[in-house]
């Protein structure tokens, strides 16, 4: 409780969200100091590697697209008051929904086939959101515990489905066959491939960009950032997601029923986590890969965190992580002595401070605004 | 056929791959007991697995490498008790991050310390955990029955045998001792811990540290018996696993053991179950490994029996109601 | 009964702020050994406040505490309990898991292994029943006992840690007559044993029934203290409120028409089984306006609840316009029968208050087709309505994108009365309508339900 009241909309929304960030990359810089290198030279590595070419931005904003989509799916769900750590899970099962469609209804146009890869990836996110969702709704279980065991079923059962189902005979590798092709001489798209904005390029202007698996993917996480914030503050299921969040009493005295609204909104952040199969089994890999996800939904946690579960504030924070992503990498490759894991350090310091942590500071800065206004 | 779902070779491997499960779950009992959830058991395990092999690859000390552990582990303990218990921040968020930092520190330092892009190296046997053979009982191998029994029992190294008197130890302080019972109180309702004139911060503080402990313990043994180096990640949901256990075991320690021994057996037979065929069809294993969690979200959905955690676990403690 | 002449407790200018609200102010009472003392006071009079500081849960900013004669600083619960003060909690302070034994003995171990203690204190328990009509099963588990018995083993607690002087906060809200009845005696035995008790309660009825002294509090501040026998009902009621209590509203004579409400035989009961409304039944009819009266905590709230469709009733029947609550069940078919409801916690209920105050305005109506067709919302519709209701009803300030928990309670309560009246229902239930509002605006409110009236 502060004494004096709180802090001003734009200090709560954009300077605890910065000042956190910043001590997270002030920890982060000790333990680039311990390695025994510079992180001023490491940041400037990672700026340069991330936006300071084009192919730096295409990786960057490809990396950002699976990160709008897991960080909307935990925002979503947060709005809810529902901590769905499964986003994992829900969007690696969801591959299994992209590939299924992909090499299923392979005869068919792409623009009958793309979009019902993309409902599919969707859908499959969505049922595996939908039943701890369930479980929570109906059976009382929790819904942490359950999304987290639901994420190492998913794990198992993916391995099975690629291993016995997927993987063609004799192939070594564990991933499935591709789910389509592009011919950009002929402009010749089959299957559920979605092409690359290299290839695109080079068969619509015949211009080449540098490779990066960036495809339109990105335009659609956009697309869908704005319809989440339509659905959240411009219809009525949005306001019972939020009302649901904001104080279950107040939502029953009005009659809605949070049973109901802990599925629904489970349903739809396991189908926003399982956009993120669009991205990288139909846009980037165009195959389903063993473990294909690696660690997207969890930088969804973060993402959602520090864009205080607003698409805007997701879009600004998925950004800014797959800057991380993309600089990491570079950083790595030319400082070999600066493991690449050094993102998830990062990463794990902004879940810290952002989430569990997210007050430390606020008093020490109430007192300071106040003190200024006196 | 019985030789490989009860042989010796079986179940001296699920005591083995049980032990880590066993002292990760007592860790999450006595911070959950106190109502803290604790999500970052995987974290805290998987640094201390770091932290144990690097001190054994440096100063080839096995001993020196469990007390290196320990004070690792400790150490993001108290980071997840400063989160929960101070700040009265999202345990689950803050085990999230644990489980974060642990798995991305683990791979920077080992890279730069060793250069072998995370990996330590082999650890010599003075350097490890090894096995011991228990007297009196290798006489006995060769004996019929006794022997296979005694094959199952001996051969473990030193951490196996202090996990397995843990957990004696751990029912014993909780039901017995002034601690225990505060303790447990303190995870059902700390309002009456507090009106009692007991401080429900220093009690947590203590459930987070022995929780810390016993997952330094747990990391040591992954690293320097179970295998003979770190490699990333190498905790493998263990952490997690030992969060089932524990559900399924309702926050009690003797049935925490059945768990794991349980989830231990799951986990041996799903490695000798690859590629064995029974009459002709192969059971993939990957439905042995998803087992243990299958059987936790049943468990928690209450379609067999019910699972009841401490009534404050998760809640960070305020004075006001 | 023979009271020494030391007092048991005295407490001298004690002064608590929280924050803005100024809990305490300057409050010196004392309170003689051996007696049974009632601090009697409406919500949010300071009573709670004031024994917490007694027993060491808040620190008082200022003031001094004496226990019998001796000035003590009371840090803690444990300072408290070790000069001989004892608690009993409005909300038990019990670990439902545990055994009465194991309650009794939490924080009075007394070595590092509990079965010491707990022989001993399954002895002192055989004295206590014995001496006190206590009976407790000593290994029952607490959870599984009935309120009742719950109570006595706070009380047992207490006890056992050699309390001298017990607090007792509203002890009877979740007790039967019966159980209350026992409780008083428990009380008396206590007392005349030569322990002191300390009664807070807000309920007449038991400040004359067993108190030997009984002091009023009002917004913080200690009103009087009066010997019981020399005092009445109506002298306590007006000292609590501070005002001639039978209030007088100028208002025109009902025309009552058809039975809008017919509740019959209505029982709705708690998670423990305890029936909180018990077999009531009564009709509203339209135009007229019907009061449920009762001191809080005897299932007014309850009871709203059931026939708001939030709860459902354990056996009994309400009909709502021909129609069985039954039938329509839940919230939002009564709303649009023409059923409109004001919760009694507004900030906790009647509003969201992380909500901007357009969105609070449209709880319960939100998926009205004229905020938007089928799924939409259409914000500037929400706003518009706001803004218009504020207007009329005089919200200030009139900012509809203003969050909703920077509003005063008075406004707070405006803007909840604007949603639900806005939509002409045929019958609206309001729960203490002038909780937590200033004295010009609970006129307001006391006027719309006479204009409402006038329309049904």
């Given amino acids: 409780m502060s004494a004096r009241g709180e802090l001003r909309g734009w200090a709560d929304v954009a300077l605890i969200p910065v000042l956190n960030l910043v001590v997270a990359l002030l920890v982060s810089g000790i333990v680039v100091l311990i390695i025994g290198e510079s992180p001023m030279e490491a940041m400037w590595i990672m700026l340069k590697g991330a936006v300071g070419s084009i192919k730096g931005w295409s990786y960057l904003l490809y990396y950002s697209t699976n990160f709008i989509f897991t960080g909307l799916a935990v925002a979503v769900a947060f709005h809810a008051g529902l901590f769905n750590i499964g986003g994992e899970g829900q969007a690696y099962i969801a591959g299994l929904g992209a590939t299924m469609t992909g090499l299923g209804l392979e005869f068919l146009p792409w623009p009958i086939v793309i979009p019902l890869a993309v409902l599919m990836s969707a859908l499959f996110g969505a049922f595996w959101g939908w039943v701890p969702g369930y479980l929570q709704a109906k059976r009382g279980s929790h819904i942490v515990i359950t999304t987290i065991m639901f994420n190492f079923i998913a794990s198992s059962l993916m391995v099975y489905f690629i291993n016995y189902w997927l993987r063609p005979v004799g192939k070594m590798a564990v991933e499935s066959r591709a789910v389509g092709n592009f011919d950009f001489s002929t402009f010749d798209l089959t299957g559920a491939y979605i092409p690359s904005l290299r290839e695109l390029s080079l068969a619509i202007f015949g211009y080449r960009l540098p490779s990066s698996p960036l495809n339109p993917t990105f335009l659609f996480a956009l697309a869908v950032a704005w319809a989440v914030w339509y659905l959240l503050w411009r219809t009525k299921l949005g306001y019972e997601i939020r009302a649901v969040g904001a104080n279950t009493d107040a939502a029953v005295y009005a009659g809605i029923r949070p049973q109901k609204i802990i599925m629904v909104t489970m349903a739809i952040s396991g189908g926003l986590a399982g956009l993120l199969a669009v991205n990288e089994v139909l846009g980037a890999q165009h195959r389903l890969v063993l473990e294909y996800v690696q660690g997207a939904g969890f930088v969804g946690i973060a993402v959602a965190l520090m864009g205080r579960s607003h698409p805007v504030g997701i879009v600004l924070a998925a950004m800014l992580f797959g800057l991380l992503y993309q600089g990491g990498t570079e950083l790595s490759f030319a400082k070999p002595e600066i493991n690449r894991d050094m993102i998830v350090v990062i990463q794990g310091l902004v879940i810290l401070f952002m989430g569990a942590l997210e007050q430390t500071f606020r008093p020490w800065l109430e007192a300071l605004f106040f003190r200024a206004e006196d | 056929m019985l030789e490989l779902f009860l042989g010796a070779e079986t179940l001296s491997s699920t005591i083995r791959l049980s032990v880590p499960l066993i002292l990760a779950c007592l860790a999450g009992l006595w911070s959950e007991r106190s109502g803290i959830v604790d999500i970052g058991l995987e974290g805290k395990m998987l640094i201390a697995a770091f932290a144990a092999a690097s001190t054994a690859a440096f100063y080839n000390n096995a001993l020196l490498a469990l007390f290196v552990a320990i004070l690792v582990s400790v150490g993001f303990a108290l980071v997840h008790g400063y989160a929960a218990i101070n700040q009265r921040g999202n345990q689950v968020v803050s085990g999230v991050a644990i489980n974060m930092l642990a798995a991305g520190l683990a791979v920077v330092l080992g890279n730069e310390w060793f250069k072998e892009g995370g990996r330590t190296p082999a650890l010599s046997s003075e350097a490890r955990f090894m096995p011991i053979d228990l007297p009196g009982l290798s006489e006995l191998y060769n004996v019929p029955v006794l022997g296979v029994v005694a094959r199952i029992i001996s051969g473990h190294s030193l951490l196996t045998y202090l996990t397995i008197a843990l957990v004696p130890l751990t029912a014993w302080a909780l039901a017995r001792t002034r601690f225990g019972l505060r303790l447990r109180a303190v995870g059902e309702n700390p309002h009456a811990v507090d009106t009692a004139g007991i401080s429900v911060a220093r009690l947590r503080y203590q459930a987070v540290l022995i929780a810390g402990v016993l997952c330094g313990i747990a990391g040591t043994y992954i690293s320097t018996s179970l295998s003979a180096s770190f490699v990333r990640d190498m905790t493998a949901g263990r952490g997690f696993m030992a969060l089932a256990a524990l559900i399924f075991a309702n926050w009690r320690a003797w049935p925490a053991l059945w768990a794991c021994l349980l989830f231990g057996y799951l986990q041996a037979m799903g490695t000798r179950l690859q590629g064995v065929k029974f009459a002709g069809v192969e059971i993939p294993v990957q439905f042995i490994n998803m087992l243990p969690y299958v059987m936790t979200v049943v468990l928690l959905a209450g379609f067999i029996g019910k699972s009841i955690p401490p009534k404050a676990s998760g809640i960070p403690y305020t004075k006001d109601r | ?456």
């Avoid at chain 3, 004496?66 to 001989?84: E, F, M, N, T, Y």
């Avoid at chain 3, 309670?409 to 203490?432: F, H, M, S």
């Fill in chain 3, 1 to 456: 009964m023979t009271p020494s002449t030391t007092p048991a407790i005295e407490l001298i200018g004690i002064d608590k702020r929280f924050g803005p609200v100024h809990a305490n102010k300057d409050v010196t009472l004392t309170i003689r050994q051996g007696s049974i003392h009632g601090i009697i006071g409406e919500n949010g009079a300071g009573k709670s406040t004031l024994m917490s500081i007694l027993f060491g849960f808040y620190q008082a900013d200022k003031g001094e505490i004496r226990v019998k004669g001796q000035p003590l600083k009371i840090r803690s619960s444990s300072d408290a309990i070790a000069h001989g003060i004892g608690m009993v909690h409005q909300h038990f302070m019990l670990v439902d898991t545990f055994t009465v034994l194991e309650n009794v003995v939490l924080g009075a171990e007394g070595g590092a292994l509990i079965g010491p203690a707990l022989a001993k204190a399954r002895e002192t328990l055989t004295h206590l029943s014995q001496d006190y009509e206590m009976d407790v099963d000593p290994d029952a588990i607490v959870g599984e006992l009935p309120v009742g018995l719950q109570q006595r083993v706070e009380i047992l607690k207490a006890l056992f840690k050699g309390a001298e002087t017990l607090i007792l906060d509203e002890p009877t809200g979740v007790l039967t007559p019966d159980e209350a009845d026992h409780l008083f005696r428990i009380l008396g035995q206590l007392r005349d044993q030569g322990k002191t008790v300390i009664l807070i309660t807000h309920k007449l009825r038991e400040i004359m029934a067993i108190t030997d002294h009984v002091t009023v509090m009002r917004r913080g501040e200690l009103v009087a203290t009066f010997e019981t026998k020399k005092t009445n009902v109506e002298e306590l009621a007006e000292a609590m409120v501070g005002r001639r209590v039978l209030l007088h509203v100028d208002k025109s004579p009902a025309k009552p028409g058809v039975v809008v409400l017919d509740v019959k035989n209505v029982t709705w009961k708690d998670k423990k089984g305890i029936a909180r409304v018990d077999n009531v039944s009564f009709n509203v009819r339209a135009g007229e306006i019907v009061g449920i009266a009762g001191v809080s905590g005897n299932g007014q709230s309850e009871l709203l609840d059931v026939i708001a469709g939030i709860t459902r009733p354990a056996s009994g029947e309400i009909i709502f316009e021909g129609k069985s609550i039954g039938q329509l069940a839940d919230p939002r078919h009564l709303r649009e029968e023409g059923l409109a409801h004001v919760p009694e916690d507004r900030q906790h209920r009647g509003l969201i208050s992380s909500f901007d105050a357009s969105e609070s305005g449209i709880l319960g109506w939100h998926y009205d087709e004229s905020l938007g067709h089928g799924f939409r919302l259409d914000r500037d519709k929400v706003v518009a309505r706001c803004t218009k209701e504020m207007a009329e009803f005089d919200v200030r300030p009139g900012n509809p994108l203003l969050k909703s928990s920077k509003f005063s309670g008075g406004n707070q309560q405006k803007i909840i009365l604007a949603r639900e009246i806005a939509r002409d229902p045929d019958l609206l239930i309001v729960g203490q309508p002038t909780r937590g509002v200033e004295a010009n605006e609970r006129e307001l409110g006391l006027r719309m339900a006479g204009v409402m009236r006038e329309a049904a």
